[in-house]
């Protein structure tokens, strides 16, 4: 299989906190490969550190065989990278459509940003509805669509969710998740951080568990969702 995204020997610190120990992920082209754990397990800080908001001090990380360590969050975005960060982060007092126009800063094509912003409405139709109303007058739910919608507008070769369902109601959070297997479905590379492991595990082809920065555990979703320890630990059976 052809890697999208190659993560090696990664080392990201907070200060003097050590909070990602020699992390080793790879994420194939067309998969959805997602990171579980605990909170303050590292998973935000690998997506973070991917994206260029986080510096690595040591380690590598590779989009489509370019070492992208280390670059600034823009050129990150540029090469073909699109982070949802945890809390959406919408430009609250600008409208919608001018959220997604940010989305595409690097577009200089009229009917190109027309065209990705009428395939981030056939997912999200509600968006659609609220083009000129402004992000902060969104519900959660919509703001999530919104900040999914604006990644999309750049056509990353693969997209970073992290906690796409937190603060939503059950029927949102079941919704977001069929949008995200559909974008999965036309080809799109997808990294997912999310609490809620079992959703998590159903849409993913494959998973890695995190504990205190370091990986404890590599497998398939079907595998991973067996697990006694997963189980236990991530999914709520004793």
Do not use: C
């Not at 992290?162 to 559909?182: N, T």
């Amino acid at each position: 299989m052809q890697p999208v995204l190659e993560i090696q020997g990664l080392h990201t610190y907070y200060g003097h906190i050590h909070a990602l120990k020699g992390i080793d992920v790879t994420v194939n082209k067309g998969e959805i490969v997602t990171l579980i754990g605990s909170n303050g397990a590292g998973k935000s800080t690998i997506l973070r550190t991917i994206s260029g908001i986080a510096k690595a001090r040591q380690g590598s990380i590779r989009l489509d065989g370019k070492d992208i360590t280390n670059k600034r969050p823009h050129e990150v975005t540029a090469l073909g990278v699109a982070h949802v960060p945890e809390g959406r982060r919408i430009f609250p007092e600008l409208s919608v459509r001018e959220n997604l126009e940010i989305g595409a800063w690097n577009v200089n094509d009229p009917s190109l940003i027309t065209q990705r912003m009428e395939q981030a409405f056939e997912f999200f139709p509600r968006i659609k509805e609220r083009l000129f109303q402004k992000g902060g007058t969104l519900s959660g739910g919509e703001q999530q669509m919104l900040a999914i919608s604006r990644a999309l507008m750049s056509d990353p070769d693969i997209l970073l969710l992290d906690e796409p369902s937190m603060g939503l109601a059950p029927v949102l959070v079941e919704l977001i998740f069929e949008i995200i297997k559909r974008i999965n479905a036309q080809g799109k590379t997808i990294l997912l951080v999310e609490q809620n492991a079992l959703m998590a595990l159903e849409i993913a082809s494959r998973g890695y568990v995190l504990q205190t920065g370091q990986i404890v555990l590599k497998d398939s979703a079907a595998a991973l969702m067996v697990n006694d320890s997963v189980r236990k630990a991530y999914l709520g059976e004793s």
